[in-house]
């Protein structure tokens, strides 16, 4: 596992470069400590988060969601957003946010890196997501250099 220190350098520069307003490819972003093989009693936290304000009770859902591997057949939330699973991968999945209210849609990924759940929100459609998926796949690369 990389150094919190090293991991936190390189989420703020990730940030930095990849979350805004204005043509960047992510409107928030969330790095939650995350181990299923972890006991019952270490509950998963917010490790950072840029974008959104949740609090650790808010995810309790979603990663309940993400411990029963059911994604294909369940909708999820994230707040008060709710997701319905489009696309599943072997380490991540992509959603829609299906009660929005913005014209071109949201969508979010969500990745599994060592311990950490990566959760990307973008708006938008088929270009917004591949923007953002190109985003997330740069923190991965950067932090699992740091990793291995």
């Known amino acids: 596992m990389a150094d919190w220190a090293v991991t936190r350098k390189l989420w703020e520069k990730w940030i930095a470069n990849n979350l805004g307003t204005s043509g960047e490819p992510l409107k928030a972003a969330l790095l939650i400590n995350y181990d299923p093989a972890a006991p019952s009693r270490l509950t998963s936290c917010i490790a950072e988060q840029e974008g959104t304000n949740f609090k650790s009770v808010e995810l309790r ?16 939330f994230i707040g008060s957003s709710q997701y319905l699973v489009t696309s599943i991968h ?14 071109a849609g949201e969508g979010v990924i969500v990745m ?6 990566l959760v990307a929100m973008y708006e938008g459609s088929i270009g917004s997501a591949t923007r953002a998926m190109v985003a997330v796949e740069q923190f991965v690369w950067q932090l699992s250099r740091r990793i291995h």
């Open 90 to 103: 072997e380490h991540w999945f992509c959603a829609r946010c299906i009660n929005t209210s913005r014209p």
């Open 61 to 76: 859902s979603f990663l309940k969601f993400i411990k029963q591997n059911n994604l294909q057949n369940e909708f999820f």
């Open 112 to 117: 599994q890196i060592a311990a950490y759940l």
